[in-house]
């Protein structure tokens, strides 16, 4: 971190602090060192002094945003990167926070590091990487360097949404929203599949999934307090491993975000067996920019297109 990047997060520390000492809000989430290497950890400030912890660099993955409806009623501080504050838009929308009663950092971020990737270039199991720390521009491992960017998330390497949609006040330089290549590319890829083989993809990627809902419990849209998986009156399916269970669960979960998924990628760095949830996600989220020329998380004011009607939508599919 520069002089001017500890500046700037000091003055956040202060600001935060000023928050919690007026009652503007009675707790503030951001993030603190976590007790992994390049992976911080979610903390909950509660008192002015406690501010020392906060931090922010790339190892900063977590949406906090996740973490919002447990705190419905309350007056919440919380830290945002660009594509994490979308997902306030979209909550705002739907009505499940009340913005008065929110304080937010808006972080400036260039992408956060994965330490699978980190793992890959080094050719070590990630759990072998115990000697990690970001300086700069760079990773250093041991003895070893890795450039920053070559060992970003991939959503992170083509995000166009660096600067934060929503704030108060923010932190970090901005940086340019342009995407390295196309942000859709790897659902182009799967569209010039055969239907069979896009099928084969699918199944094959799911093979993986154990269904511990871990992409449920990190995205910030997913926020039903009785999810359709755990409902026993009706029961819409059974929690095995069968191919055709994790199947329903990911498609049935893929359509309820259709036209609210943001894009941050929460899902897919939570997954503990590294499936590429962001590809089914995103090839709806393409679609829907497509058909209705809407980007969640932009307008808090506008409207969703899967509640809205217009007569020059898309009805070609209407027989």
Not at 68 to 82: E, N, S, T
Not at 104 to 122: K, M, S
Not at 190 to 208: I, N, T, V, Y
Request: charged share 25%.
């Amino acid at each position: 971190m520069t002089r001017g990047d500890m500046s700037a997060l000091l003055s956040v520390r202060e600001t935060v602090a000023d928050w919690l000492r007026s009652g503007e809000i009675e707790v503030f989430i951001g993030y603190e060192a976590g007790t992994v290497p390049l992976r911080a950890t979610p903390t909950f400030i509660r008192k002015p002094e406690d501010v020392d912890r906060l931090i922010w660099d790339a190892t900063c993955e977590n949406n906090l945003v996740a973490f919002l409806p447990k705190y419905r009623g309350k007056k919440v501080g919380i830290m945002v990167k660009g594509c994490d504050s979308r997902a306030i838009v979209g909550l705002l929308q739907e009505g499940q926070v009340i913005r008065e009663n929110l304080r937010i950092v808006g972080v400036h971020c260039p992408g956060v590091v994965d330490v699978r990737r980190v793992a890959a270039q080094l050719g070590v199991p990630v759990e072998n990487i115990d000697d990690a720390r970001i300086e700069g521009e760079q990773v250093i491992v041991g003895e070893q360097t890795l450039a920053l960017r070559d060992v970003l998330f991939a959503g992170c390497q083509t995000c166009v949404h660096h600067a934060p949609a929503v704030y108060d006040v923010t932190l970090g330089e901005p940086v340019a929203d342009s995407a390295e290549g196309d942000p859709f590319a790897h659902v182009r890829e799967m569209e010039a599949l055969s239907a069979d083989e896009r099928w084969a993809r699918f199944a094959q990627e799911l093979e993986r999934c154990n269904l511990c809902f871990a992409c449920r419990n990190a995205c910030p849209m997913c926020y039903c307090n009785i999810c359709f998986v755990d409902r026993t009156m009706p029961r819409w399916f059974n929690q095995t491993t069968q191919p055709e269970d994790k199947q329903f669960y990911q498609i049935i979960r893929t359509f309820h975000l259709a036209g609210r998924c943001v894009g941050c990628g929460a899902c897919t760095r939570a997954c503990p067996q590294g499936i590429n949830i962001r590809l089914f996600l995103d090839t709806l989220r393409a679609d829907v920019q497509e058909l209705y020329g809407y980007d969640a998380g932009e307008d808090a004011e506008a409207k969703p297109p899967l509640t809205t009607y217009r007569e020059d939508d898309y009805n070609d599919f209407i027989l």
